[in-house]
């Protein structure tokens, strides 16, 4: 596995243990009792969140191609 394939595997596993914890928060009670506006922003942070991981993830895959084509040539 390339040095920078990891490091990506990394990124969005913590990310994804960031996001889970987010997306806890916002099933609770105390979500509930916060603003509106600072709801709205955490739920935009978790959409974000969710998007930036897709992103991370099609870079692994792409990695991993571009490992598999190199090796078949």
Do not use: G, H
């Not at 603003?35 to 895959?61: C, G, H, N, P």
């Amino acid at each position: 596995m390339e040095v920078l394939q990891e490091k990506l595997l990394n990124e969005r596993s913590e990310l994804t243990t960031k996001l889970n914890k987010l997306l806890a928060f916002i099933e609770t009670e105390k979500y509930q009792e916060l603003s509106s506006e600072a709801k709205f922003l955490l739920k935009q942070q978790a959409r974000l969140m969710t998007a930036y991981s897709e992103v991370l993830y099609r870079r692994i895959i792409l990695i991993s191609e571009e490992i598999a084509n190199a090796k078949q040539q």
